[in-house]
Each structure stands twice: as C-alpha cells, then as structure tokens.
C-alpha cells in the first residue's frame, strides 16, 4: 500500500449519512444544529457557547460526510471582520499595561512557543503523530493560520483543526 499523495490524508471519513442530501440541505442542517448545540451550552452556561455549538456541529456534519466550503471573499471579509473587532477593543490602557509590563508579556509568549514547540517536536519524535501534523498541531497561534500550513506541508488538517481547537476548549 503507497502512502497517501502530499497535502492529502488516509484518515478521511468514510460515506455517511449526509452525502446524499443536497449543499443547501447540508448547510441548513449545519445552521440548525449549530444553533441548537449553542443555545444547549448557553443553557448551561459554558462560556464560549456560540464558539464551541458551531464547532461541535460542524464537527458532527464533517464525520457524517458532508463535505461544505466557504468560497475565499466571505472568508476573508468574516476573517477581516474579527480583526477590526480585535481592534476596536485595544485602548490606551491597554496599551500602557502591555507598555509597564513588556518583560512579563514576552516572558509568556516566549514560554508557550517554547513549549508548544518541543512538544510537537516529541510527538513527532516519538511517532504519536506525523510530523507535520504534530508540528502544526502543537503550534501556538491563530488555529486557522496553522491549518494553512498544515495543508501546505502536507499535514492532516483535520486533526490540526482538532488539537487546536481542543487547545481552545481546555
């Protein structure tokens, strides 16, 4: 048996339930499980509930064998969106603490890069999991930048998009 081709994986989902049913049908069950799973974990006030529902459901949907995909402007515009949100909330007090505090703030990044670091290097070392897909997966960072390259060094994005989400999770 020959490895699967680069930027592919041999961990895909076999045929499930939704790959008979339409795009828009898909996307309608992904929108209302998403909503529903959100409004259960608002419920039970977890916090990150409108993170956490969409992510299960999709999650859900993915394993069922629907395949959707968001064409690139939406993409980008929804990504463009949170960054003008992200920074709309510094102010100067912001600003001035991060200023006082600077060895403190680069003391911790330095120590999660550092960390997340030798432990992708272990387990892909150890072989727990492939070496790209361990890398990327372990990395500190916005989970949708790693997933990128993740796919562009022929890692499972997947299970990137997994550990990464996990880590947000926890």
């Known amino acids: 048996m020959q490895p699967p081709p680069p930027g592919t994986s041999d961990h895909s989902p076999g045929p499930g339930l939704l790959t008979q049913l339409s795009v828009p ?35 859900l949907v993915a394993t069922n064998g629907a395949r959707l995909s968001i064409p690139r402007i939406p993409y980008v515009a929804a990504h463009s969106l949170l960054g003008c949100v992200i920074a709309r909330s510094l102010d100067v007090r912001i600003l001035s ?15 999660v890069i550092g960390a997340s ?16 897909t361990a890398i990327w997966g372990t990395s500190a960072g916005a989970a949708s930048a790693m997933m990128l390259m993740a796919e562009a060094h022929g890692g499972d994005v997947r299970l990137v998009a997994f550990m990464q989400y996990l880590r947000v999770v926890c």
Do not use: C, E, K, N
Not at 97 to 111: G, K, M, Q, Y
């Open 25 to 59: 049908a898909r996307w309608l069950i992904l929108i209302a499980l998403s909503l529903l799973l959100s409004a259960a974990l608002q419920r039970a006030h977890l916090p990150g509930s409108l993170l956490l529902g969409p992510m299960v459901a999709a999650i």
């Open 97 to 111: 603490t991060f200023a006082a505090d600077w060895p403190i703030f680069l003391t911790i990044v330095l120590a």
């Open 117 to 132: 670091s030798v432990m992708g290097y272990l387990m892909a070392r150890s072989g727990t999991l492939p070496g790209t």
